[in-house]
């Protein structure tokens, strides 16, 4: 076993139980999988964060779910980095993250965590019978068509015509299977869609968005960084938003209001980044005991 100094933060919101909890093991980075594995199960949240040193930046992040480790994720960056900051670990305005998704450069203004996510790819158009299907919905809740898009993880973006179609989206797990099979997707919890709708929740939005998880994760992400970058691109590609900047929301009616600064680098035609901007609350800080060797 090894000790490790911990923190659960609240990211994209700026109080206790908003927005999507994190816990960062600070210097884990190269525990082994199967402990990264059983952490993230422990604490019930969707994923975790473990930090170490870097050659090529300031700091190694590196991203697990329950089920896998994947290259990169919006609500632990900002966690991460809150929680570093909290520690006096960083100390001016900017500093580089490198991330199975590349480097990541982060801003901070204030309270402030601004990240920027690499340019996005535009992968399948799914059949969106199959989307449908995958949230228990009717075909023309859906507008327009949906797309896979990556500024860093991949996330199938769909458009819903309006708030009580979101409301209605149930996840079939057994529908969600052939969707994966369709998207050549690693596995149902990968292949999830992100759905979204025009018009926030408060007043300050633009966007609202939902994202229902499949087994071993929690039934539902309370706030979804590196999808709401997937998603700003596709607004943008697809003429839905026009605007170079918006706010984009989450969370609020599971009890955990999140709220995200969306900006793009580049034109609509021609995206270069897309900076997803966030606060992050430490809730909690302390140490924790793990496996520091693979078990047979």
């Keep these: ?8 933060v609240d990211a994209f919101a700026d109080r206790a139980f908003g927005g999507n909890g994190c816990a960062v093991v600070h210097g884990g980075a190269d525990l082994p999988l199967q402990t990264c594995l059983d952490f993230v199960r422990e604490t019930s949240l969707v994923e975790c964060t473990f930090t170490g040193p870097s050659e090529v930046a300031d700091i190694r992040v590196r991203y697990y779910l ?3 480790e994947i ?4 609500h632990p960056t900002v966690a991460t980095v809150a929680a570093m900051r909290d520690r006096g670990l960083i100390s001016g305005d900017s500093i580089v993250l490198e991330t199975g998704a590349g480097l990541i450069p982060i801003r901070i203004n204030g309270d402030e965590i601004e990240m920027t996510q690499v ?3 535009f992968g399948a158009t799914p059949d969106p019978e199959l989307v449908a299907a995958a949230i228990s919905l009717p ?3 859906i507008i327009g068509q949906p797309q896979v898009v990556s500024t860093g993880l991949p996330f199938c973006v769909t458009l819903l015509r ?7 989206a149930q996840l079939n797990v057994e529908a969600l299977a052939k969707l994966a099979e369709a998207l050549g997707a690693p596995g149902t919890d990968m292949s999830e869609p992100f759905l979204a709708t025009l018009g926030g929740e408060t007043g300050q939005g633009d966007t609202f968005s939902r994202l229902l998880l499949a087994p071993p994760s929690p039934p539902e992400d309370p706030f979804t960084g590196s999808a709401t970058g997937a998603m700003a691109a596709y607004m943008w590609k697809h003429g839905h938003i026009d605007a170079a900047e918006f706010v984009a929301e989450q969370g609020h009616w599971m009890g955990r209001p999140g709220q995200a600064k969306v900006g793009r ?3 609509a035609e021609a995206i270069e980044g897309v900076k997803v901007a966030g606060r992050g609350f430490v809730l909690m800080r302390g140490t924790v005991d793990l496996p520091d060797v693979e078990r047979g």
Aim: aromatic share 10%; proline share 6%.
């Design 1 to 8: 076993m090894a000790r490790f100094d911990v923190d659960w």
């Design 66 to 68: 329950a089920s896998r």
């Design 71 to 74: 290259p990169f994720a919006g």
């Design 119 to 121: 340019a996005p790819t």
């Design 139 to 141: 075909v023309d809740a």
């Design 162 to 168: 309006d708030k009580a179609a979101l409301k209605a």
């Design 265 to 267: 680098v580049g034109t």
